[in-house]
């Protein structure tokens, strides 16, 4: 049985059953036959599934969000805002992918009367294995492409996230999508392992990179695609030519939402020295604001965490800093009583020997840094195992692209920091992972190409 506990009182809000070796089998070969019909359904009816999910989603939404915070504790307004933007995702694979499926002509010689033509056809089942932090959008960065191209998904949410997933397969039945196409699949690790017995032709997963390795390295004799959304340690560098207060509320926010659960957080700030006490003055009193409190209440920006552990993690990142000798200006250790509460907390005077500027926080844990110039920060923004984003705040715009492009990172950001674009793909180097989704690669994912050589009978 799977317990489904509320991260916000700890209570349990209920027993599902976890799906069993034998059960994850047949739901393959469900799978299987139904992706067959399905490849070969034109292209318009599978439009026509997408948009009354879409439809149902948006009538909905309110639901939707409210079951994501009971389980996963994301302030109610996030979890809306999660629900929401998942339908401007929807929104850009309606509108690009039928031309990604098209077929090209590349060459045609009358002389010869050789063609070359393209074509493109989907993967077959694939296995979409899924974090708890974003489970709508994580979720639907695959899911929607691969069934617009004609795959089938056997959807494992995480065990932390598995309302939402149940919910979103309830969706695709009442949206009329065919029996067997999109699958959840209930349980943790063990059963996102059968899963990957399966003889499935494309794996997308998301979560830490300890997870992902073990992922490509079982499934790395077999040759189907494989793509890893990864863990990140995501740096931001604040120069001194600034409005400092813009840039300051700018970031905390993006270390802070989603109490810092976002693979995209900033989880360092590098400082010039000319501004440093300003801008940890203006960080810190903005912190201040950020009201803590019940995730379903109007007007709390930190819910709790979603994984209990987490909380021993961020201490112990905490302890090793100040050993080392950093600052901890606010919070520092987890709150007394019920719910997985972990206040703001920030580190000052960190350097490159603590953990909590090497290793993936995930929580509401920042360390800013002094650095005395450009080449430091760069030096400093670079060092790290991950690379998924990274951002500078300047005025100046040859100097912030000069930096953006010596960054080793999948996305950049001028001004700005923890964003996502339906329209730009999403992919990370290093430890934050392999392949890309979102934008037009993030359809090609989802597909093979076939090549024709056609030369007319002489
Ligand atoms: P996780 O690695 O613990 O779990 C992810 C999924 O893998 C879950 O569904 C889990 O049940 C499953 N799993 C665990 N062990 C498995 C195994 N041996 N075989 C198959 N499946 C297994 O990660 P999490 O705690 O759910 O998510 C947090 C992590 O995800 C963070 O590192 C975060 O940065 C990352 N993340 C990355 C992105 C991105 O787009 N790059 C987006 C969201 C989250």
């Known amino acids: 049985m799977l317990e489904v506990v509320n991260p916000a009182n700890e209570t349990v809000i209920t027993r599902l059953e976890a799906d069993q070796k034998q059960a994850v089998s047949q739901k393959f070969a469900a799978a299987k036959v139904a992706q067959q019909v399905w490849r070969a359904v034109p292209y318009a009816e599978r439009v026509r ?42 929104d850009f694979f309606l509108s690009e992918t039928s031309a990604r499926l098209r077929d090209q002509v590349v060459q045609h010689d009358a002389a010869t009367g050789m063609t070359e033509r393209i074509s493109q056809e989907p993967l077959g089942v694939i296995a979409n294995i899924s974090a708890w932090n974003y489970p709508y959008f994580v979720g639907s960065n695959v899911f929607i492409p691969a069934l617009l191209t004609g795959n089938a998904v056997l959807y494992k949410p995480s065990e932390f996230a598995t309302l939402t997933g149940r919910h979103i397969e309830k969706l695709w039945h009442d949206a009329g999508l065919p029996s067997g196409l999109f699958q959840c699949l209930v349980g943790g690790g063990e059963v996102g392992g059968w899963l990957l017995d399966q003889p499935v032709e494309g794996v997308f997963f998301t979560g830490s990179y300890a997870t992902g390795k073990k992922i490509i390295e079982k499934v790395a004799g077999r ?15 604040i120069r001194p030519d600034v409005n400092v207060k813009v840039a300051a509320e700018s970031t905390a926010d993006g270390a802070f939402y989603n109490a810092g659960q976002s ?12 501004i440093y006490d ?20 109007e007007g709390v920006y930190f819910g709790p965490l979603a994984r209990k552990a987490q909380l021993s993690v961020l201490e112990e990142q905490v302890r090793d800093a100040v050993k080392k000798g950093a600052k901890l200006l606010l919070g520092g250790e987890r709150q007394a009583g019920k719910g997985a509460y972990f206040p703001a907390t920030v580190l000052t005077n960190v350097d490159h020997t603590m953990a909590v500027m090497r290793e993936e926080s995930f929580g509401p844990v920042i360390g800013i840094q002094k650095v005395r110039d450009d080449a430091e920060a760069l030096q400093l923004m670079n060092d790290t195992e991950y690379g998924l984003t990274a951002g500078v705040y300047t005025r100046d715009a040859a100097t912030a692209t000069s930096l953006m492009n010596q960054l080793n990172a999948g996305s950049v950001y001028w001004n700005c920091c923890d964003r996502v674009s339906p329209r730009l793909p999403w992919s990370g180097r290093g430890h934050s992972g392999v392949g890309s989704t979102l934008s037009i690669l993030g359809i ?5 190409p076939k090549a024709w050589h056609l030369r007319l009978p002489s």
């Open 263 to 274: 693979c995209c957080a900033v989880e360092r700030i590098y400082v010039h020295q000319d």
């Open 444 to 448: 090609d994912a989802f597909l093979k």
């Open 49 to 90: 599934v997408v948009e009354r999910f879409r439809k149902l989603l948006a009538e909905c939404s309110e639901e939707s969000a409210q079951i994501l915070t009971s389980e996963v504790g994301k302030p109610l307004a996030q979890a809306r805002n999660e629900v929401n933007g998942t339908l401007a995702r929807i």
């Open 223 to 237: 040759m189907v695609r494989v793509q890893l959304e990864l863990g990140g340690k995501d740096p931001v560098y």
């Open 278 to 297: 300003q801008f940890v003055e203006h960080f810190v009193a903005f912190t201040r604001t950020l009201k803590s409190g019940n995730p379903t209440e």
